[in-house]
């Protein structure tokens, strides 16, 4: 099938970013996230929306969840230009699932799991571009000069939410809001489990072979 429509799940620092950059240089699609739409608008004024926060930077910064209006509103347009497409960071509760039924059909559901104590590593020793986005480790995916960008010569910098509270706080909201959102496509004929703690080469293969054989 050309032009796969797939949705990856799973917890902050499962690896769904690394994944999703495969999937749309395999198979030719567009990689729609949340997280990049999110941070490139997180000083919208949303005092409008009767929120507890006013913009989503203070959602992000405190670890917590932007609101399902602003972050709809970012999918659907999103998807709406896209020719075939993986989507990475939504939907985040069941809600949002229902609001993407009503936005477009899935090919593929990927489901990538990895346990709670391996996120918290993986995400506090994060470290990102400032400038152009590319995500390191301080441990498993080091630049080659310390606090340098490879691609683009950038600082490299610890997001706000990468502090070890804020994980943890994020991995709290993940499991009372977004893993209900696994259990809901469990059924869906497109599902497929993956082990999100084997090698991102060994991820990769198990995703790839999954996603031929669901669009074949």
Not at 92 to 106: C, S, W
Not at 187 to 210: K, L, S, Y
């Given at each position: 099938m050309?032009?796969?429509?797939?949705?990856?799940?799973g917890?902050?620092?499962?690896?769904?970013?690394?994944?999703s950059a495969?999937l749309?240089?395999?198979?030719?699609?567009?990689?729609?996230?949340?997280?990049d739409?999110?941070?490139?608008?997180?000083?919208m004024?949303?005092s409008?929306?009767?929120?507890?926060?006013?913009?989503?930077?203070e959602?992000?910064?405190?670890?917590?969840?932007?609101?399902d209006?602003?972050?709809n509103?970012?999918v659907?347009e999103?998807?709406?230009?896209?020719?075939?497409f993986v989507l990475?960071?939504?939907?985040?509760?069941?809600?949002?699932?229902?609001e993407l039924?009503?936005m477009t059909?899935l090919?593929?559901?990927?489901s990538?799991?990895?346990?709670?104590?391996?996120?918290v590593d993986?995400?506090?020793?994060r470290?990102?571009?400032?400038?152009?986005?590319?995500?390191?480790?301080v441990?498993f995916?080091?630049p080659?000069?310390?606090?340098?960008?490879?691609?683009?010569?950038?600082?490299?910098i610890?997001?706000?939410?990468d502090?070890?509270?804020?994980?943890?706080?994020?991995?709290?909201?993940?499991?009372?809001?977004?893993?209900?959102v696994i259990?809901?496509y469990?059924?869906?004929?497109?599902?497929v489990?993956?082990?999100g703690?084997?090698?991102?080469?060994?991820?990769?293969?198990e995703i790839?072979?999954?996603v031929d054989a669901?669009?074949?």
């Amino acid at each position: 099938m050309s032009n796969p429509r797939i949705l990856i799940l799973g917890p902050p620092g499962a690896g769904k970013g690394t994944q999703s950059a495969n999937l749309a240089d395999e198979y030719g699609v567009e990689h729609v996230t949340t997280g990049d739409a999110l941070r490139a608008n997180k000083d919208m004024d949303i005092s409008d929306m009767d929120t507890e926060y006013d913009t989503p930077r203070e959602y992000m910064e405190a670890g917590d969840l932007v609101p399902d209006a602003v972050v709809n509103a970012i999918v659907d347009e999103a998807l709406s230009q896209a020719d075939g497409f993986v989507l990475d960071g939504y939907p985040r509760n069941l809600d949002q699932a229902e609001e993407l039924a009503g936005m477009t059909n899935l090919d593929v559901i990927l489901s990538l799991s990895v346990s709670r104590e391996e996120l918290v590593d993986r995400l506090t020793g994060r470290r990102v571009c400032d400038d152009c986005g590319t995500n390191y480790h301080v441990e498993f995916n080091q630049p080659e000069a310390e606090g340098v960008c490879d691609e683009c010569g950038g600082e490299l910098i610890q997001r706000d939410d990468d502090n070890e509270e804020s994980v943890r706080n994020r991995l709290d909201v993940f499991d009372d809001n977004t893993a209900p959102v696994i259990d809901h496509y469990e059924d869906h004929d497109g599902f497929v489990a993956v082990d999100g703690e084997q090698t991102p080469d060994e991820v990769w293969n198990e995703i790839r072979d999954a996603v031929d054989a669901q669009t074949a």
